[in-house]
């Protein structure tokens, strides 16, 4: 089992920054590929960005390639995604999530085992 909490969201104008947080509990953080994917009002939960559980695999979602990041560090138990050149349609509740000893991308959320309850992000224009 394994609980993931995020953090890191909030209010920011076009054009700026954040970097959100993803902790989880547990001791095998590093046999888990974590996603982050987002949910705006009225739309389905769509993926962001992936890594695997090593760090040394990323993928991303064709609208943030370039302006976000997706890291990690095992030892502290925790991925990051850092956003930079931020867009108002970025606007959404931001969910990280793990996948068990399985390693390569996956953009459905179907593939994956745990979920955190979500940070909001808002792109002011």
């Known amino acids: 089992q394994v609980q993931l909490v995020e953090s890191g969201g909030g209010l920011v104008q076009a054009g700026g920054s954040l970097r959100l947080s993803c902790a989880a509990s547990?001791?095998?953080?590093?046999?888990?590929?974590m996603g982050w994917f987002r949910q705006a009002p009225g739309k389905e939960r769509e993926f962001v960005a992936h890594?695997?559980?090593?760090?040394?695999?990323?993928y991303y979602r064709d609208s943030v390639k370039g302006r976000f990041t997706i890291s990690r560090d095992n030892a502290k138990n925790t991925v990051y995604l850092q956003m930079n050149s931020l867009k108002p349609e970025d606007t959404s509740v931001y969910y990280c999530?793990?996948?068990?000893?399985?390693?390569?991308?996956?953009?459905?959320?179907?593939?994956?085992?745990?979920w955190g309850r979500g940070t909001q992000v808002t792109v002011s224009t």
């Open positions: 999530a793990a996948r068990f000893n399985r390693d390569e991308v996956a953009i459905s959320t179907t593939r994956y085992d745990y």
């Open positions: 890594i695997g559980g090593s760090g040394g695999r990323t």
């Open positions: 547990g001791r095998t953080f590093s046999r888990y590929a």
